[in-house]
């Protein structure tokens, strides 16, 4: 995966001959969140390559569930790619299949640069990843028409490969920290493209999406929206190839490569969206200021901002989570007591009205609609200091109407970093909710929906 690993396993009999080493080691997995264990699954169908399939099966997984295929890269296997990761606790929560694949060799990287591997059907790894994916719509009732894939470093690389040969399977991806699809090859089974990694590969979008296109010759369906993660400090994987993603993918849904909107959703996060002709955000690229190849960052909200574009949450893929905001210390809900610019937000009683009825856009804004009018969350003049009013206002997409909703359960403001607060940790009706440094305590934990 590389996370802090080192590609040193970049194929059997490639590392002699390269004879690179990073000279870092895996550090010990964190516990994983998830309640219930990985089921190892035996003869799973074609698998051409011998790579090993264990499966995540939340307790309160859904009828007919999405599935998430997540790829580890390079020395990563399934298992620490599920404890390493929030995956898992986001599949408790929203009630998704996830498949955690292993390569063979354990710890090899995924084969991205083989003939086999970057054509539809053609072999090796990517045909075993399908079976699994069609034994866990068969045998534990997968919705093959919810079909995601996300992956880090060499899971990366293969996120893109999948979402080239298989257009028809797949819904959306996420790639944290790969490259270009093709672009690491060299016609051999898990073969090493220095130049490649080393972000020295440069095409012109027409090029990249072409190779994509060949993939699947003839193919003229719809294509996966594709979200794309890098961090500006990636010694292993250039974060140029960030850029060169972005051409690939524009070209390959029709969108301009030039963004349609750029912000900051937290502190050194730069995410840029290239959006259709309707508005749908088709291509998402977050630049991550000063990361190294360690994405995504456990807990840091990530992983849940991956499964909102792929619409794993239960909202649409653009956004469109509507419900109460619920304050999981008082038991009441975020409600606008008066619809007018300015109002500071209260919690009161839960009863499903309007104005208690929040919608989470694609833009992380929080709007909600009273009398026809619809006003954004905000924080007031923009203040980033504890004890700033959480208001409603006219909409205007400034970060200080922006709001992260972390797996943790808290809601912090994009521009501020503090934590959405139930003031002095009050449960009655009319308490004040303001913007606080995050504390963990139970008045700044709330549940949307």
């Not at 079909?147 to 298989?166: C, F, K, P, Q, R």
């Not at 291509?283 to 901002?305: C, D, F, K, R, T």
């Not at 208690?356 to 804004?365: E, G, H, I, K, V």
């Not at 009013?389 to 972390?406: D, H, M, S, Y």
């Amino acid at each position: 995966m590389f996370r802090s690993r080192s590609f040193l396993s970049r194929l059997l009999g490639i590392v002699a001959a390269i004879g690179f080493a990073v000279g870092l080691s895996l550090p010990a997995a964190p516990r994983a969140a998830a309640a219930a264990p990985l089921i190892r699954i035996g003869d799973f169908g074609a698998n051409p390559t011998g790579l090993l399939m264990d499966l995540y099966v939340p307790a309160g997984v859904k009828a007919n569930p999405p599935i998430l295929l997540a790829l580890h890269g390079c020395q990563g296997t399934g298992p620490y790619m599920y404890s390493s990761t929030d995956f898992a606790s986001l599949a408790d929560q929203y009630g998704f299949l996830v498949v955690y694949p292993s390569t063979n060799p354990s710890g090899s990287c995924w084969d991205v640069s083989s003939d086999q591997a970057l054509t539809r059907g053609g072999g090796s790894d990517p045909v075993g990843l399908m079976s699994m994916i069609t034994y866990a719509e068969q045998h534990y009732g997968g919705n093959a028409n919810a079909v995601y894939v996300t992956g880090e470093s060499s899971g990366a690389m293969m996120t893109n490969v999948m979402l080239a040969d298989y257009p028809d399977v797949f819904k959306a991806g996420a790639a944290f920290m790969g490259v270009p699809y093709h672009c690491f090859y060299t016609g051999s089974v898990r073969g090493w493209n220095g130049p490649c990694a080393q972000g020295q590969v440069s095409m012109t979008a027409q090029q990249w999406g072409g190779l994509v296109r060949a993939a699947y010759p003839g193919y003229t369906g719809p294509r996966p929206r594709v979200q794309l993660w890098h961090g500006t400090a990636d010694t292993i994987l250039n974060h140029n190839n960030l850029g060169e993603e972005i051409k690939q993918w524009t070209d390959v849904l029709g969108v301009s490569p030039t963004p349609s909107a750029t912000d900051t959703p937290a502190a050194g996060w730069t995410r840029t969206q290239y959006r259709n002709s309707t508005g749908a955000t088709q291509v998402e690229a977050y630049s991550i200021a000063g990361a190294g190849h360690q994405l995504p960052v456990q807990g840091a909200g990530m992983a849940a901002n991956a499964i909102h574009f792929m619409g794993l949450d239960a909202g649409s893929p653009d956004g469109g989570r509507t419900g109460a905001l619920r304050a999981v210390g008082a038991g009441k809900c975020l409600v606008d007591p008066n619809a007018a610019a300015g109002t500071q937000q209260q919690i009161s009683t839960c009863n499903g009205a309007a104005a208690q009825t929040w919608t989470r856009t694609s833009s992380n804004q929080l709007t909600v609609t009273v009398g026809g009018s619809t006003l954004c969350l905000d924080a007031n003049a923009k203040g980033t200091a504890n004890g700033t009013k959480a208001i409603v206002w006219p909409c205007n997409g400034q970060p200080n109407q922006q709001w992260q909703l972390n797996p943790n359960g808290t809601v912090t403001g994009v521009a501020s970093g503090l934590c959405l607060d139930v003031a002095g940790l009050g449960t009655a009706d009319g308490t004040p909710v303001q913007l606080w440094s995050c504390s963990g305590a139970t008045n700044q934990q709330w549940k949307l929906g």
